[in-house]
């Protein structure tokens, strides 16, 4: 699954390259390539992947041959790049609103979405919020 994000943004990401245009949301598109953490420069889009694949059984065999990489690490990106030389893996493009639980505001953010929105506290936990803004 991925996700635009900003181009100052890319090097915290994995970053997919695509067979044409990029997908409209709800919709996927023919991967070419992915690169971990590339540099702005080194980008092939401004669409990262955003933590959900599915993916054949047959990416544990291809991450088992996985040489390390960035971070001395085996990355699942590489892996990808070699099932990509095999078959099609194509990159869906999200609906919705997505939070970077990575980053610490990002999951602050998250967790002030999903509060304000829950069913049991949301009305109170707004007030709460109100309070401190005043």
């Given at each position: 699954?991925?996700?635009?994000?900003?181009?100052?943004?890319?090097?915290?990401?994995?970053?997919?390259?695509?067979?044409?245009?990029?997908?409209?949301?709800?919709?996927?598109?023919v991967m070419t390539g992915v690169?971990?953490?590339?540099?702005?420069?080194?980008?092939?889009?401004?669409?990262?992947?955003?933590?959900?694949?599915?993916?054949?059984?047959?990416?544990?065999?291809?991450?088992?041959?996985?040489?390390?990489?960035?971070?001395?690490?085996?990355?699942?990106?590489?892996?990808?790049?070699?099932?990509?030389?095999?078959?099609?893996?194509?990159?869906?493009?999200?609906?919705g609103v997505t939070y970077d639980?990575?980053?610490?505001?990002?999951?602050?953010?998250?967790?002030l979405a999903y509060a304000k929105?829950?069913?049991?506290?949301?009305?109170?936990?707004?007030?709460?919020?109100?309070?401190?803004?005043?």
């Amino acid at each position: 699954m991925v996700e635009q994000v900003p181009m100052d943004k890319v090097s915290q990401y994995g970053v997919v390259a695509l067979e044409g245009d990029a997908p409209a949301a709800g919709t996927s598109q023919v991967m070419t390539g992915v690169v971990e953490k590339p540099a702005q420069a080194d980008a092939p889009s401004d669409l990262a992947v955003v933590g959900r694949y599915i993916l054949p059984a047959r990416i544990f065999e291809l991450l088992a041959d996985t040489a390390p990489g960035a971070g001395n690490e085996i990355q699942l990106t590489d892996a990808i790049a070699s099932l990509m030389k095999e078959e099609s893996v194509e990159a869906y493009r999200m609906q919705g609103v997505t939070y970077d639980c990575g980053s610490k505001i990002g999951y602050l953010q998250a967790t002030l979405a999903y509060a304000k929105r829950h069913p049991q506290v949301g009305a109170e936990f707004a007030e709460l919020l109100r309070q401190y803004n005043d």
